[in-house]
């Protein structure tokens, strides 16, 4: 342990175990240091290196063999996805296999041929995705101040959501400009129809996507 005085009488301390080994101990390193952030939708994909010195006192990183895991820091909140690579050296855990918010601990244990290990970890945060919002047929049209207007946001969608599931997302419209209509019940749904006439001007048509948890 070792403890730190400052100029005004304060003290911290720390510590740090050390097992000693007999003999050379395989080297291990996760590539991409120890703090990494992902995205449930995008999965994630992370890679190991090591060496072990041979009898010859030469570098190994053949006959080598790497085993991971992966725990939850609150088991009871996240769900632990199995390891989908077909490299040991590298863990994959495909999208949507992990949870977000969520917090995890990445382990890899290395152990060469005369039996000696030696591991490292990585903290990994899975963190939500921005939701996607869309309005159909782009940022600008003309319209006639005679037709029906319709402003389709439906396209919106959450990448934390599974392709093809339902996605539970809430619409807010609103709209800015001289003689904009009331829009009552239909500024929450993801197609906003204006039945006409509409006075000649300019109109902002605003849409704010939301999901329950809320993002």
Do not use: H
Request: aromatic share 6%; with cysteine.
């Amino acid at each position: 342990a070792v403890t730190f005085e400052n100029y005004l009488g304060g003290f911290g301390s720390g510590a740090y175990a050390v097992t000693i080994a007999e003999g050379a101990i395989p080297s291990v390193n996760i590539v991409g240091g120890r703090e990494r952030t992902a995205g449930r939708s995008e999965g994630l994909r992370v890679s190991a290196t090591a060496e072990a010195a041979t009898a010859c006192g030469d570098l190994d990183t053949a006959k080598l063999d790497f085993s991971w895991s992966l725990v939850a820091s609150d088991p009871t909140d996240a769900t632990v996805a199995e390891d989908a690579s077909m490299d040991q050296r590298v863990f994959e855990a495909l999208p949507y296999s992990l949870d977000a918010p969520a917090s995890y601990v990445l382990r890899v244990v290395v152990t060469d041929a005369a039996g000696q290990s030696n591991a490292a970890e990585a903290t990994v945060t899975v963190v939500p995705a921005q939701l996607v919002a869309l309005i159909s047929g782009g940022s600008a049209r003309v319209a006639s101040t005679n037709a029906a207007l319709v402003v389709d946001a439906s396209e919106s969608y959450d990448p934390e959501t599974l392709p093809g599931d339902e996605s539970a997302l809430d619409f807010a419209w609103t709209c800015t400009g001289n003689g904009c209509p009331s829009l009552g019940s239909l500024a929450s749904e993801p197609t906003l129809t204006v039945a006409g006439p509409l006075e000649p001007g300019a109109y902002a048509f605003d849409v704010v996507v939301s999901a329950r948890d809320d993002r």
